[in-house]
């Protein structure tokens, strides 16, 4: 028997105290050899309420008395058993029975899935050979905090489909998204969740097997060989990852063993309202072992850069989408999830313990203290927190006529007070181009033109503030849908200049981004960032600096509204030319044209409290970022 896969007494005393963060090289099903003529496979599984358990699978017809499991004696709840025969590719699933009923439910730690509608586990040995050495040695550098993060999200099934209107596998997928990622000069790929759902239109948000990639794109060496094939292409991956909640699927997790195993029992703690599904038990300690390990295990096997947990703010509010009297406070007295918040911080200690050149991102709605910072400072220990609040002012301002944009500028500004309390990134999701809100550029007010330019804007004033940048699939090009999980992008809308040159702006802002180190290097530091004017409402015209750490500057402009500025004062700390780097409204994009011929002087007129100033032409419903020639500051 292979010792690695054998379960032994500290094993179990680490699943009991949920500190095992390999418990999947040993629970669930791994093909071994006993010998020369014994070849089979062990299966683990964790059901401390059944009376029976058995597997039942394609290498005994299904039977139920075939393959009996014995419960180890030492009140673990741990059931297992050896299957001569049963070999990789092969279907199975549990048999369980307890009184009063029984099941057949998948295997909680299977790293294979048949593709839905179909529900059975299947035997996978995940033996794979690695080409991303190269990356993997110097990922430091590229997820550094300190570092460029310009982030693609993507819905595999949607991002594109075949000739036929089918879903790519991993591997088709992996050679044309990495050739296109890397010409629009994204450093990241954020890949919403993989892990095996029954139902396609959750976009993976509602998982049942936690461990194994979705098989409607290939087998788990399929995915690992797009992780691999974006890394050398020096492209990091990100997963989205679901801790929050589970759908309540027959044959999936909940009520496993006859019991509310790995869900709270009482509905007031393990139903979740909102999204109709299971919430998990984060106090028990088998239940959070499973997911820190389920954690590590997509980081450690699949070679990945990030995990964002989704829906954090569910997870540490006990009154999350409930009413009074629907939830039942803490041990306190109050709202706050005592079980999630030591889950969370259990699991970016764990992560950045092995693994410190990854970093973990929250989606957390609400102002919760700390998000993003360590867990030995009192916080939650994620290395980055998704800023919901300035999404929801800066699509709020977008989507107003520009004639009443001047009684809303503080929309622009407010996020700017509370912008160095977190590690944020600055989002562009999937859920802001669904359900009716419209795709980007159609919440952009006005004729075709003012959208197109108002979408330049809206992403050429994201590039310029501090924080790490995401755009969902699509809104690179302006794509004039709602995202649907069930068709491609539209991606012939590229064969329209308009929109080529929205794709255009992007490539062109990615590369300033990446090569200019005032515009990520302090992204998490109040010294990288200064207005140089941003009371200007009556015009709402916005401007600031960004620095990096020898006093570089980038000056960005933003006009947000159709009507031409000349002779624009602009405040400056040193003399000389200035080159225009940047200039949203150029011909190249779709613009008008309008600008500063490249290059303009800055001239000894204090303006705004500095001692020079530039005299600028602003185009309409456009931004400039403008470099000093000198590098001065």
């Known amino acids: 028997m292979d010792a690695r896969r054998s379960l032994g007494d500290l094993d179990i005393y680490l699943f009991k105290q949920g500190r095992h963060t390999r418990l999947y090289e040993h629970f669930g099903a791994h093909p071994e050899s006993l010998g020369p003529d014994s070849a089979g496979t062990r299966f683990v599984v964790w059901a401390p309420n059944a009376a029976f358990v058995s597997v039942v699978g394609d290498f005994n017809g299904w039977d139920r008395s075939a393959a009996p499991m014995s419960l180890r004696a030492d009140s673990s709840g741990v059931w297992e058993c050896f299957v001569p025969g049963a070999a990789h590719g092969q279907r199975y699933k549990y048999f369980l029975s307890w009184p009063g009923g029984e099941a057949e439910r998948a295997d909680p730690f299977a790293l294979f899935s048949e593709e839905p509608p179909a529900t059975a586990s299947v035997i996978w040995d995940l033996q794979y050979e690695w080409g991303d050495g190269e990356w993997m040695a110097a990922r430091w550098r590229q997820n550094s905090l300190d570092g460029p993060w310009s982030v693609y999200e993507v819905h595999?099934?949607?991002?594109?489909?075949?000739?036929?209107?089918?879903?790519?596998?991993?591997?088709?997928?992996?050679?044309?998204?990495?050739?296109?990622v890397r010409d629009a000069g994204f450093t990241h790929v954020e890949i919403m969740p993989v892990a095996e759902h029954p139902f396609y239109g959750s976009w993976g948000y509602q998982s049942t097997g936690y461990f194994a990639p979705t098989s409607r794109y290939g087998c788990p060496q399929d995915f690992r060989y797009l992780v691999d094939h974006l890394h050398r292409q020096g492209i990091g991956v990100i997963l989205d990852w679901v801790p929050g909640h589970f759908p309540m699927d027959a044959h999936g997790l909940a009520n496993f063993d006859g019991t509310a195993l790995f869900e709270h029992a009482d509905p007031r703690q393990g139903f979740h309202p909102e999204w109709k599904s299971a919430i998990f038990n984060y106090d028990r300690y088998e239940v959070a072992g499973f997911l820190i390990c389920n954690a590590m295990y997509w980081v450690r096997e699949f070679h990945l850069d990030g995990l964002r947990v989704d829906g954090v703010a569910s997870m540490l509010y006990l009154d999350y989408s409930r009413e009074h009297g629907e939830w039942i406070p803490n041990r306190h007295g109050g709202r706050e999830n005592l079980g999630a918040i030591e889950l969370l911080r259990e699991l970016n200690k764990a992560v950045y313990e092995e693994f410190p050149d990854v970093q973990t991102i929250a989606e957390e709605s609400t102002s919760w203290p700390m998000v993003s910072k360590p867990v030995y400072l009192g916080g939650l220990g994620f290395g980055l927190k998704w800023n919901m609040g300035w999404m929801n002012d800066s699509l709020a301002y977008m989507e107003l006529d520009p004639i009443?944009?001047?009684?809303?500028?503080?929309?622009?500004?407010?996020?700017l007070w509370y912008a160095y309390a977190e590690n944020f990134v600055l989002p562009l999701s999937h859920d802001e181009v669904?359900?009716?809100?419209?795709?980007?550029?159609s919440k952009m007010p006005g004729d075709y033109w003012q959208q197109m330019a108002g979408l330049r804007t809206l992403f050429g004033y994201m590039y310029g503030l501090p924080g790490k940048k995401l755009l969902f699939m699509g809104a690179e090009f302006g794509q004039w849908g709602e995202w649907n999980h069930d068709q491609a992008l539209d991606w012939d809308l590229l064969r329209f200049p308009a929109h080529d040159g929205i794709r255009a702006?992007?490539?062109?802002?990615?590369?300033?981004?990446?090569?200019?180190p005032a515009l990520h290097e302090l992204d998490f530091d109040p010294t990288g960032f200064a207005w140089e004017n941003c009371h200007d409402s009556d015009q709402s015209v916005l401007s600031f600096f960004r620095r990096d750490r020898s006093g570089r500057s980038v000056l960005v402009v933003c006009n947000f509204t159709p009507v031409p500025r000349e002779n624009y004062a602009v405040g400056v700390g040193v003399d000389g030319p200035w080159r225009e780097a940047l200039n949203s409204d150029s011909e190249l994009y779709g613009g008008s044209g309008m600008g500063n011929m490249g290059r303009v002087r800055a001239e000894?007129?204090?303006v705004h409290g500095l001692p020079y100033s530039l005299n600028l032409v602003l185009p309409p419903l456009g931004v400039l970022y403008l470099l000093p020639e000198g590098g001065g500051a």
């Open 156 to 180: 595999l099934g949607s991002w594109r489909r075949d000739e036929h209107g089918n879903f790519m596998n991993y591997r088709r997928m992996a050679h044309e998204l990495a050739d296109y």
């Open 404 to 415: 009443y944009r001047k009684f809303h500028h503080n929309l622009l500004t407010f996020a």
């Open 434 to 441: 669904v359900y009716g809100k419209k795709s980007l550029i």
């Open 505 to 516: 702006w992007v490539r062109d802002l990615n590369r300033l981004y990446r090569e200019c």
């Open 604 to 606: 000894p007129i204090p």
